[in-house]
């Protein structure tokens, strides 16, 4: 199983210094492996201005699963105020001869395509349903889909036990739950009709607020990292990035990648 970590500060966007999601990926694609924690400069004083996303991205698939790069997807999109979302691939599939990657691949690429359909209407279930719809390939997967929204409110939907947490001041102040049918059963979007709808999405909302970090992942980070861990491991890297923040140019970024 891989282990994809996004990494989302919020930040405010300001009239002369457009910070967007486009410094780090640009187009609504799968991002490259690499991880970015990007602060706006605290020395500017926000006239209204919007919230968005400052995203970084990591992947590490499983040491028996690097030659096809794992069987997790993911992609980023910066429309609105920016979509972040997982998908993670059932490994049962491979003892029937299918590759567990397909499925969540097609799944991250055709919602990438679908995030400004008019049906969707910025509805991360939604998003679920049309996504899931569209995908033919054989196998399953469990997805999590967060969309913000220019005032910063948050909204999130999640099939099974991908998650998210929210890291605000040194404290997880949000934190999605898993919906599993028992032990290391979880729910799951599939090819097959026995499994789960979009319907079935726990949908959640949370209020964000400028500086917030948003950590999401599939079950490979958070059964193996303590969340007490990930607090520690945002707080000495915003100390590092905080200590070199200087004043952006336009269309720029102050971060350090790790």
């Known amino acids: 199983m891989a282990i994809p970590v996004l990494w989302d500060s919020i930040f405010r966007t300001y009239p002369l210094f457009h910070f967007s999601i486009r410094n780090l990926s ?7 492996k690499n ?3 990007c602060l706006a400069s605290p020395q500017l004083n926000p006239v209204g201005s919007e919230v968005s996303f400052c995203v970084g991205t990591h992947l590490i698939p499983h040491p028996n699963k690097i030659e096809r790069g794992g069987e997790d997807a993911f992609f980023v999109s910066r429309y609105n105020g920016g979509v972040i979302a997982v998908a993670d691939g059932v490994s049962g599939w491979a003892e029937q001869n ?4 397909l499925f969540p691949q097609e799944l991250m690429a055709n919602a990438s395509c679908l995030v400004g359909d008019e049906e969707v209407n910025y509805d991360p279930q939604i998003l679920l349903g049309k996504a899931h719809a569209a995908t033919s ?8 889909v967060a969309m913000l929204e220019r005032n910063g409110m948050l ?3 999640n099939v099974g036990d991908c998650g998210l947490r929210v890291v605000r001041r040194g404290q997880i102040i949000f ?9 290391d059963c979880p ?4 090819s097959e009709m026995v499994g789960q709808t979009y319907l079935d999405a726990m949908v959640s909302n949370m209020e964000l607020m400028e500086g917030d970090t948003i950590v999401m992942g599939s079950d490979g980070l958070f059964d193996n990292i303590f969340d007490s861990e990930i607090v520690a491991t ?3 890297h915003d100390c590092v990035t905080g200590a070199g923040i200087s004043q952006p140019s336009k269309n720029s970024f102050n971060g350090l990648k790790i």
Do not use: C, M
């Open 35 to 37: 991880k970015w924690l």
């Open 26 to 32: 640009n187009r609504n694609s799968i991002p490259r």
């Open 98 to 101: 299918v590759d567990p990657s």
């Open 155 to 157: 909204k999130i939907a």
């Open 187 to 190: 729910y799951q979007l599939s």
């Open 137 to 144: 390939s054989i196998g399953s997967a469990t997805v999590i």
């Open 234 to 236: 945002i707080a000495r």
């Open 175 to 183: 934190s999605t739950s898993t919906q599993e049918h028992y032990f």
